[in-house]
T-cell receptor
Framework: KAGVTQTPRYLIKTRGQQVTLSCSPI?????VSWYQQTPGQGLQFLFE???????NKGNFPGRFSGRQFSNSRSEMNVSTLELGDSALYLC????????????FGPGTRLTVL | SQKIEQNSEALNIQEGKTATLTCNYT??????LQWYRQDPGRGPVFLLL?????KEKRKERLKVTFDTTLKQSLFHITASQPADSATYLC????????????FGQGTTLQVKP
């Protein structure tokens, strides 16, 4: 089975712009979770989608949003980018819910200038 | 407030020795705890899951213990090898919210030949 794929792998944006990241889960997995990883804060949970519905949400501002499509692929969007949004954004899929074993993608490295 | 703490310092050990990593938590009622390995520039990779009613789990050279009284998990790598050098993350899923996986900051292990 193919693993979790994320596109793009690297992205450079400037403050105030918006960005959309994409994630394709492992075939058959219905849950997709998103995490932000920074050296200072570590891995922080953003949100989880299951069957096109957001099931859980972390403590991030409303500028961070996401969605899931009927084929379980997911996108996350960050609007009005800030310098502090520079991070590695990781997507993970699991069979049923994000508390199960997570299979992570390689991540998207976002740099905000 | 809820907290997950791992060995804050990097752990340096000699090849062949046993590495022991610690994960402590407060104000959680974990349904289960997971350990992941992360190499630089890559997404975390699942290693082991241990449930709240289990004391110990093994997989090849890996062993995890879970003490809900002490609120602590220990992760052991026996006969360590330089290839085991990586960052190791513990993660909790709580009762009442197993749809949300919360990660510790990670411990960097360096195994010297």
């Amino acid at each position: 089975k193919a693993g979790v794929t994320q596109t793009p792998r690297y992205l450079i944006k400037t403050r105030g712009q918006q960005v959309t990241l994409s994630c394709s889960p492992i075939s058959g997995h219905r849950s997709v979770s998103w995490y932000q990883q920074t050296p200072g804060q570590g891995l922080q949970f953003l949100f989880e989608y299951f069957s096109e519905t957001q099931r859980n949400k972390g403590n991030f501002p409303g500028r961070f949003s996401g969605r899931q499509f009927s084929n379980s692929r997911s996108e996350m969007n960050v609007s009005t980018l800030e310098l502090g949004d520079s991070a590695l954004y990781l997507c993970a899929s699991s069979l049923l819910q994000s508390g199960d074993t997570q299979y992570f993608g390689p991540g998207t490295r976002l740099t905000v200038l | 407030s809820q907290k997950i703490e791992q060995n804050s310092e990097a752990l340096n050990i000699q090849e062949g020795k046993t590495a022991t990593l610690t994960c402590n938590y407060t104000n959680y009622s974990p349904a289960y705890l997971q350990w992941y390995r992360q190499d630089p520039g890559r997404g975390p990779v699942f290693l082991l899951l241990i449930r709240e009613n289990e004391k110990e789990k093994r997989k090849e050279r890996l062993k995890v213990t879970f003490d809900t009284t002490l609120k602590q998990s220990l992760f052991h790598i026996t006969a360590s090898q330089p290839a085991d050098s990586a960052t190791y993350l513990c993660a909790l899923a709580s009762y009442g919210n197993t749809g949300k996986l919360i990660f510790g900051q990670g411990t960097t292990l360096q195994v010297k030949p």
